[in-house]
Every structure is written in C-alpha cells, then in structure tokens.
C-alpha cells in the first residue's frame, strides 16, 4: 500500500475524533477510534496490517445505545461501493442486528458534504441498483445530511435515540 493509499481519509476521521472528544465532554456519548492491529518488521523496517479491522469507530450514547460505524471521504460525486469493504458490512449488518446504530459517515470533500448512512439504506442500494457507486444525488434524496449543531462541525449523533444533553 502506497502512501497516498495509507492517508487516505486520515483528515476526515481526525474531524470525527475531535467531535468525539467534544461528545464526551458533553456527555452525549463516548466514541473510541478502532485501532488496525499492525505488525512491525524491525529488520526491513515495514509494518503491515496484521489482519482486517473491523470499522473506525464504536462507543455508546448516553442512554447505552451501541453505535458503530465506518467513515469515507470521496472527492469525486459518488462513493465507489468497493470502498466500502465485506468485512465493515458484514460487522455494521451484525452490530444492527444486536440493536445497535451501525452506519457509514460519508465525506464529499469537492463541498464538504457530509450525510449519515444507514447500513440497511447501504444494503437496500446494492440489492435495488447494479451501479459500482452510489451517485451524490441519491445521497442527497435519500440519506441523512448531517449538519454542525452541539458545537461541532458534523453532528451526526443528533438522532440517535434522543440523545439527552
């Protein structure tokens, strides 16, 4: 993996991190990054992931609700589908399963852009349409628009189960 590759949608979830933290000063939720489990050869000096993680971020709300959910930052005006990999579905369909807010947070950096998606909107998309990408304008007829509020730019958890402040 190039270092492009490596960095790519660093900036947006170094955002959700601060939001997070404001999210626990709060107390509106505790949202942690999901650390890669990674590898380090000292001999040739490379690292490499030691296997696949599972989404960026999990935590809980204030009233116990257990969300998860994966960011994607695209500059162009679709998010290609192999973005988003089998194994972040299959963990964000089985975390909804349990109850859970399992969702994708997707950045459109050509405006800053920022919409909530469902997994089950994610699944229905897939099953409804053979495209490898999911265009702009369905994101903004059909997902949620997330909006600054609570003092951050992306509030994102302002639905989720009626979040006390």
Request: proline share 2%; hydrophobic share 35%.
């Amino acid at each position: 993996m190039n270092r492009k590759q490596a960095n790519r949608g660093k900036w947006f979830e170094t955002v959700i991190g601060n939001i997070n933290r404001v999210y626990k000063q709060k107390n509106i939720a505790i949202i942690d990054k999901v650390a890669t489990p990674i590898s380090y050869n000292t001999r040739t000096g490379k690292a490499r992931y030691q296997e696949k993680s599972t989404v960026d971020f999990v935590g809980c709300n204030n009233k116990g609700k257990y969300i998860a959910f994966d960011t994607k930052e695209v500059k162009i005006k679709n998010l290609p589908l192999k973005n988003v990999s089998d194994h972040q579905v299959k963990y964000l369909n089985d975390t909804k399963r349990m109850g859970a807010e399992a969702f994708l947070l997707v950045l459109f950096r050509y405006n800053d852009t920022c919409f909530k998606l469902d997994i089950d909107q994610f699944n229905d998309f897939k099953k409804q349409h053979e495209r490898k990408s999911i265009p702009y304008e369905w994101f903004n007829e059909n997902a949620e628009l997330v909006r600054s509020g609570n003092g951050v730019i992306f509030d994102y958890l302002t639905d989720v189960d009626h979040i006390e402040n």
